[in-house]
């Protein structure tokens, strides 16, 4: 298959790539590298495959351009915000990112007579948990009620590729993701609970546990994320789908669990919640192993530990701090949704 990947020099763009490529299609990588990064991309360069980057902002019109040239049969939209707790803070700025973004794909998509479009949303807004709510996990239905930041922008693209396929005739999956970790996060200085906290065992430091680490999350390992997705291709069309694991773990209970596998626990300190962060998010991806034939391979445990070796391995490793900021990405401090 000709396939186009936006974002795909981010942390699961680059993951997908590799993946797509070994199943010997033909992958394009659109990115603004606003966020990801070309080193991202060398485990793709070495692969061998046919493989081309254009650096371009997907609401640019040069992606229809170049859409119409290549003639893909299949384009993964991944260029989006990471976080969802950004949008609190500026609502206008994620809802131009999802939507206006997500809208030009959908129009270039359709130029070029493009078969599926694979979207990827987030769970933290659109199936977000009150503290009290009975009813977790949820399933794929309960978006429609969705009030949390970021939410409305995210249902409203839903409604939009729902629209182009029964105007257009162009399929779609959408896949809400849940908290998506792996060894890749620590190769920038931002970042979700797992790397923080692998970062922070490396080192022998306290971690820092936002609201008191109360909040609870659906983790779910980068590769069972990419396979999803390599599935969608064919599958799963004309449905949102759920890609969690349907287990919720709050920060403080990742941490015991980290500290345990790490064999020390240098202990943690409190700070506040961050706005707009949503208090439970736990998946039911019944639809998945119905439609898509996926289910979560990786236990939590198994993926921690690897992100923890990792760490400790790049901890090791002489030369710049690990996770330490490089020119030209950005800064945990940067980046509004660096805690996942
Ligand atoms: N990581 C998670 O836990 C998680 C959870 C739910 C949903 N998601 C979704 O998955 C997608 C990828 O997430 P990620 O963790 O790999 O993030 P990431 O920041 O590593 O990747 C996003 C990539 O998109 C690129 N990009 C952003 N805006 C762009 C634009 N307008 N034009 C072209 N490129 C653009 C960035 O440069 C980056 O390479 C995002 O849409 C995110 O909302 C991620």
Redesign the pocket.
Known sequence: MRAVV????????SALVERLLAEGDAVEV???????SLARLAGARAAGGSFRFHQ????EPELAVLLARRRPEVVFH?????SVAAAAVAPAADAR?VLV?GLAVLEACRAAGVGKVVV?????GLLALRPDEAGAPLAERAADASRAPGGPARRALLDELAAFRERDGLEYTALC?????GPAQLETGAD?AVARFARALAAGEPATLEGGGTATRDFVFVDDVVDALARAKARGTGLLVNVGTGVETSARALWELMAGLAGNDPGWRVAPGRPGAPSRVCLDASRAAIHLGWRPWTRLEDGAAAVLAAARSLAATPGPAAGAHREGEPTAAAAPGAV?
């Open positions: 936006t974002g795909g020099a981010g942390f699961i763009g659109v990115d603004d590298l606003s966020t990801g371009l902002d997907v609401a991944l260029a989006m915000p990471t990112a973004g990827v949303t987030s769970a933290a993701l849940g908290t998506v970790y979700g996942r």
